[in-house]
């Protein structure tokens, strides 16, 4: 079965600027974490989304936001990009009743801002 | 304030002998535990959890070790496989792990010797 998809792979942009990521979580499941990887501070949780509402939040600025379409997909959005916003951007997907089993991470979107 | 904490950025360990990485947490509210394999380029993968109920985990070559009182587990992989070369994150939950929103360690890069 298919894993967990993030588009692009790879992406450069221009600080002040705007960027839209994409992830599509393995079929059948429900709920979608996103994460920010920077070297130093490890994966931090972004928010999660499960049948298209917020359910978990971290403690990131108001100009990190996403959402999640019916399908499950999931984008995350971030504004006013700012030169520390460079980092690997990571979903996972699970099942969506709570608890861990079946979570599942995509590879990443390698997000650089320049 | 980082809750989770790998003191150690990186280990060196000759194939064949043992491998323990470290993990430090200060929330006392953590009560499920889990490690993470990442390669370059590629989303983490799940190695092992522990509950907080128990004080050891094993599956095949990987056994986590969790301590309460110290706050503190450690993973260790006996024998060691030039394939286990990777960066290791530890990772925290709450609530017995009924929940997606986990938090990471900053990871320990181990390698191998062949």
């Known amino acids: 079965k298919a894993g967990v998809t993030q588009t692009p792979r790879y992406l450069i942009k221009t600080r002040g600027q705007q960027v839209t990521l994409s992830c599509s979580p393995i079929s059948g499941h429900r709920s979608v974490s996103w994460y920010q990887q920077t070297p130093g501070q490890g994966l931090q949780f972004l928010f999660e989304?499960?049948?298209?509402?917020?359910?978990n939040k971290g403690n990131f600025p108001g100009r990190f936001s996403g959402r999640q379409f019916s399908n499950s997909r999931s984008e995350m959005n971030v504004s006013t990009l700012e030169l520390g916003d460079s980092a690997l951007y990571l979903c996972a997907s699970s099942p969506g009743t709570r608890g861990l089993s079946g979570y599942t991470f995509g590879s990443g979107t390698r997000l650089t801002v320049v | 304030d980082q809750q989770v904490k790998q003191n150690s950025p990186s280990l060196s360990v000759q194939e064949g002998r043992i491998s323990i990485l470290n993990c430090d947490y200060t929330n006392s509210m953590f009560d499920y535990f889990l490690w993470y394999k990442k390669y370059p380029a590629e989303g983490p993968t799940f190695l092992i959890s522990i509950s907080s109920i128990k004080d050891k985990n094993e599956d095949g070559r990987f056994t986590v070790f969790l301590n309460k009182s110290a706050k503190h587990l450690s993973l260790h992989i006996v024998p060691s496989q030039p394939g286990d070369s990777a960066v290791y994150f530890c990772?925290?939950?709450?609530?017995?792990?009924?929940?997606?929103?986990?938090?990471f360690g900053t990871g320990t890069l181990l390698a191998v010797q062949p």
């Open positions: 989304y499960f049948s298209e509402t917020q359910r």
């Open positions: 990772a925290a939950s709450l609530y017995g792990g009924a929940t997606n929103k986990l938090i």
